[in-house]
């Protein structure tokens, strides 16, 4: 499985993006997906995740401002950001779990997109 993630960009605090994660190689719509982190000096952090029947699961720094969401179609996960923050300023990591656990742990997944950089000034 290939994954490619896009969207990323340098926005003002309380903006908006909207992140892309496009699968290829395989159809992922019956796998969790989920959306990584990771800024400058720390640990890669969870953000999201959608399993293979559609429920989301969010850590709680983004919660009722991020929306994680699926077109299996196109086989591709989105990550709608609302309300951005400047801490939200980090690398975003989409990634596929092959063993159907909607993890938040990163070690648990399979596959990695390249990574997109989100940055929002205050």
């Known amino acids: 499985v290939q994954l490619q993630a896009s969207g990323g960009g340098l926005v003002q605090a309380g903006d908006s993006l909207r992140l892309s994660c496009t699968a290829s190689?395989?159809?992922?719509?019956?796998?969790?997906m989920a959306w990584f982190r990771q800024a400058p000096g720390k640990e890669r952090e969870f953000v999201a995740v959608?399993?293979?029947?559609?429920?989301?699961y969010y850590n709680d720094s983004v919660k009722g401002r991020f929306a994680i969401s699926r077109d299996n179609a196109k086989n591709t996960v989105y990550l709608q950001m609302n309300s951005l923050k400047p801490e939200d300023t980090a690398i975003y990591y989409c990634?596929?779990?092959?063993?159907?656990?909607?993890?938040?742990?990163?070690?648990?997944?399979?596959?990695w997109g390249q990574g997109t950089q989100v940055t929002v000034s205050s």
């Open positions: 190689g395989r159809t992922v719509s019956r796998y969790p």
């Open positions: 990634a596929a779990d092959l063993a159907l656990i909607a993890s938040t742990q990163a070690w648990e997944y399979d596959f």
């Open positions: 959608i399993s293979g029947n559609n429920y989301p």
